[in-house]
């Protein structure tokens, strides 16, 4: 089994790595017939293309910083963050696996049988978060007034801004896309047009309690998928250094534990393989890996300078409340 836990520890770069991963997995798969694999080795093939010609990198933010110019002369009281990353190698790992591994484990459970090969591969051909955007706003406390709940009044502006971001970006060459999430909860502060292509983890917190607004869009200038992500200050510290983080890896490796007893080695091999490496990534430990440009005591302390484990940056916008001592109406 090809994995890529066995091209960590020489020293290469991001992109040799991804190289040689890709290229060994897409050999695999075709010498043993294994169609799951093929269409894993060509999302690696994307996630390389993304790395070397990032050109279109270029446009694309310049096109999403007109939203970033209309907030910040909509909601100049507003202080916020546009950030743009690429998924890191590590990360897009545990999202193939994970994703294969999720879908044959429910399907199972439901069916008492296991999916096809070619629905495994339509479940997984499509990574809409290779590039994905994040806004977080914050309403600075000089501008609530006695008795006023901060967090709501943030909420709203979060579903207002939220109602404008499709639109606007449509005619910057985006186009919004079906959520897939029907019967989903959805808040009356959101636009029934905009509705369908949401989805609201704020109304459908995860297990962990993380809540946010996700979005996708295809990018008809350079023909990509891409991810935006709205939360409040407190939304991004929960999902970033509070309990979701924490209780998201605890609870995933409770169910990992009960998935590999509900299904033994040898009944499916799609889910065989993709378990095998989603264990092998999360039981790594970065210390020990020699990547160029990485470094890293611990897993919590980790020095990412090539995308491996933390995502390359796009862009960074800061957006600082221009009102500090007199409250907006």
Request: aromatic content about 12%; some cysteine; hydrophobic content about 35%.
């Amino acid at each position: 089994m090809v994995s890529l836990n066995d091209y960590l520890y020489d020293g290469n770069t991001v992109l040799k790595i991804l190289h040689g991963f890709y290229a060994d997995l897409k050999d695999s798969a075709i010498r043993e017939q294994n169609g799951v694999d093929l269409v894993h080795s060509n999302i690696l093939l994307q996630q390389m293309e993304l790395l070397q010609h990032n050109d279109f990198l270029t446009s694309q933010s310049q096109r999403i910083r007109e939203f970033y110019k209309y907030m910040a002369k909509q909601y100049p009281f507003l202080a916020f963050t546009f950030k743009g990353r690429i998924k890191s190698l590590i990360r897009l790992e545990e999202k193939i696996n994970g994703n294969i591994v999720d879908y044959i484990y429910e399907y199972y459970q439901e069916n008492k049988c296991f999916p096809s090969e070619s629905e495994i591969k339509s479940r997984i051909g499509r990574i809409r978060d290779l590039i994905a955007y994040r806004i977080v706003l914050s309403l600075p406390k000089c501008h609530v007034k006695s008795g006023e709940d901060i967090h709501e009044r943030e909420v709203n502006y979060l579903y207002e801004i939220a109602n404008e971001l499709p639109g606007f970006l449509e005619e910057m060459g985006f186009s919004p896309e079906q959520s897939g999430k029907e019967g989903w909860k959805m808040s009356e502060k959101m636009n029934a047009q905009v509705c369908p292509f949401y989805r609201d983890y704020i109304l459908n917190p995860s297990p962990s309690g993380y809540q946010s607004l996700h979005i996708s869009f295809y990018d008809n200038l350079s023909r990509c998928d891409l991810e935006v992500q709205l939360r409040t200050k407190m939304m991004d510290d929960y999902a970033e250094i509070g309990l979701a983080n924490h209780l998201g890896y605890e609870e995933r490796q409770k169910k990992d534990h009960a998935r590999r007893d509900d299904i033994p080695v040898g009944m499916n091999r799609f889910f065989d393989e993709a378990y095998d490496r989603e264990m092998q990534l999360q039981k790594l430990d970065l210390a020990k890996i020699d990547v160029n440009m990485f470094g890293a005591v611990s897993n919590q302390l980790v020095n990412d300078g090539c995308g491996l484990f933390k995502g390359r940056l796009i862009l960074p916008y800061e957006h600082l409340s221009r009102f500090q001592n007199d409250l907006i109406d």
